[in-house]
């Protein structure tokens, strides 16, 4: 479907955003000395600039290619996704964002480690949190497979295989290079980009239709082949009642899961009170607001002036809908003006793309290097490494996070991108959301109830994904020529995330060793006033 000018255009400004964002990233490498500037940028961003930079890391690939390209397939059950997106930052704002900046340094686990000990509870929550972190860098890949084949015209499976190898090393650059301080303005510069992207197009589609939702909404259910079952509830998530109970578990994933996810947590460490953290969390808020409205308006454009057929024919999953819209929107296939949008819609998505990796990659790296190696792999009574060795071994391990990240994608090019967050949602409501929510608010709480609830989340969600219809018995499943699935639902959420609760309870009331109630008043006292913190 690319032409040769469509091509050279939208690879052109492929390389410039590669060329601006690597120069940001050598620029903010020199900047960066310590330990403290690698992992949280040197804590002097602003209230804005870290909103901006906290909604370039939540809107991801997932949202602009994956959520778009299912309302444009599914209509009603496609929009349940960007109500759930958008829920979920009320618990972020009310229960997290303030408590979490005031209690701890760098990651999660410095969270729990305030009144817990300290190698059980770090070795948990480092593991969780590189797994959250490895299935949502999945998204991002398939996602960067997807938007290069369509770009430069070339479908098959090792040209997707090269884009995917090439956004991972961009990826490994931008954090063994720069670190927190570069990520956070790739994210400002991305999230920028997007926000303007996404206004021009929806203003495009608005106009196309005179302004008249209503009209919008008929000629999105009248292109999408499926009348008006398209505009009503149940044409994914309908049916039966394991299509609905699928779509609660989702519900619960996408509302619970923002606020155990490692790369946003790790965003309120950016600024320097919990006040700033607050206001980043409220701009995060509008900005995420104003974009998911925005995607809405995108995906019955997609569906009403490209139609589902087309959508499904170049991308089963739909994660192609917003280039094939914006090419519509510019005049039409073999146009300059469809060569032009449709580059430049392509480009963004590729800043996204780029940006949200770059940030998931440096939070799995720091879960290891500064959880993991530096306190979970030694002795009690042994001290820590010096800081500049840990910031080494956080370098080296998002290269192997990398690697590993590029392998795993080969294997899931065929999944909806938005799907795949779903997972990370999932499990990160599971295992992460439930051992902060009891650190935080439960006084009885101790080490066994800290460890039981992660694994307990994590390991449900992950042996429940390996045995549903997303890895086998389906002709959409990574494996679909096999079938040894036994749990009927796509998403674990409705299963797993009472599992992390439940644990968290019970191996706290089966423990022998009692809760430190000074270390908790000390917790209380910090996370509330800010007395203390880093």
Not at 160 to 171: E, F, K, N, P, T
Not at 230 to 257: E, M
Not at 300 to 328: I, Q
């Amino acid at each position: 479907m690319a032409s040769g000018s469509h091509q050279t255009l939208a690879t052109g400004l492929f390389v410039v955003i590669v060329i601006v964002t690597l120069g940001i990233t050598v620029w903010a490498g020199r900047r960066s000395r310590a330990a403290e500037d690698f992992y949280a940028g040197g804590r002097d961003f602003s209230p804005l600039q870290n909103g901006f930079a906290i909604s370039g890391d939540y809107m991801s690939a997932a949202s602009f290619l994956g959520v778009t390209g299912l309302i444009a397939l599914y209509g009603y059950d496609g929009l349940l996704y960007t109500i759930g997106f958008l829920v979920a930052w009320l618990v972020v704002l009310m229960l997290v964002a303030e408590l979490v900046r005031n209690c701890g340094r760098y990651t999660l686990a410095d969270v729990l480690a305030m009144r817990m000990r300290q190698r059980p509870v770090r070795a948990a929550a480092g593991i969780s949190s590189i797994v959250v972190s490895l299935f949502y860098l999945l998204a991002q890949m398939v996602g960067a497979g997807s938007l290069v084949s369509l770009l430069l015209g070339l479908h098959s499976g090792q040209a997707r295989a090269w884009a995917i190898i090439g956004v991972g090393a961009l990826m490994v650059v931008y954090v063994t290079v720069g670190g927190m301080k570069a990520t956070t303005w790739i994210q400002i510069v991305k999230c920028v980009l997007l926000i303007a992207g996404t206004a021009m197009l929806c203003v495009l589609v608005l106009v196309r239709f005179h302004g008249d939702l209503g009209a919008l909404m008929r000629s999105a259910a009248a292109g999408s082949g499926y009348g008006d079952r398209y505009l009503a509830p149940g044409l994914k998530y309908g049916g039966s009642g394991t299509n609905r109970l699928d779509f609660v578990s989702l519900g619960l994933a996408l509302v619970l899961g923002t606020g155990g996810l490692p790369h946003i947590l790790a965003r309120f460490y950016t600024v320097p009170t919990a006040r700033a953290a607050r206001r980043s969390a409220m701009w995060a808020i509008g900005l995420v607001g104003s974009f998911y409205l925005m995607t809405i308006v995108l995906g019955l454009g997609a569906a009403a002036l490209v139609g589902s057929t087309a959508v499904r024919a170049s991308n089963a999953a739909g994660n192609t809908a917003v280039p094939l819209l914006s090419e519509v929107l510019g005049g039409g296939t073999g146009s300059n003006g469809g060569a032009v949008l449709f580059a430049l819609t392509s480009a963004v998505a590729f800043a996204t793309i780029l940006a949200v990796v770059a940030g998931l990659t440096l939070a799995s790296s720091a879960s290891f290097a500064h959880d993991l190696w530096a306190r979970a792999f030694r002795h009690q009574d042994e001290e820590p490494p010096p800081e500049r060795q840990e910031v080494v071994v956080a370098r080296i391990a998002a290269v192997v996070i990398g690697a590993v990240a590029i392998v795993l994608s080969l294997y899931a090019q065929k999944l909806n991108v938005a799907f795949l967050v779903g997972i990370s949602f999932a499990v990160a409501a599971s295992a992460n959301l439930p051992t902060l929510l009891f650190n935080l608010f439960w006084r009885r709480f101790t080490t066994r109830g800290a460890t039981w609830a992660i694994y307990g989340g994590l390991i449900p969600a992950l042996v429940l994904v390996v045995f549903s219809p997303v890895v086998s018995g389906s002709p959409a499943a990574i494996f679909p020529d096999v079938d040894f699935h036994w749990f009927p639902l796509q998403n674990p959420g409705i299963a797993s995330i009472p599992c992390g609760f439940f644990f968290g309870w019970l191996g706290t009331v089966t423990s022998r060793e009692r809760a430190d109630r000074d270390a908790y008043a000390e917790l209380e006292v910090r996370s509330l006033t800010g007395a203390g913190a880093v």
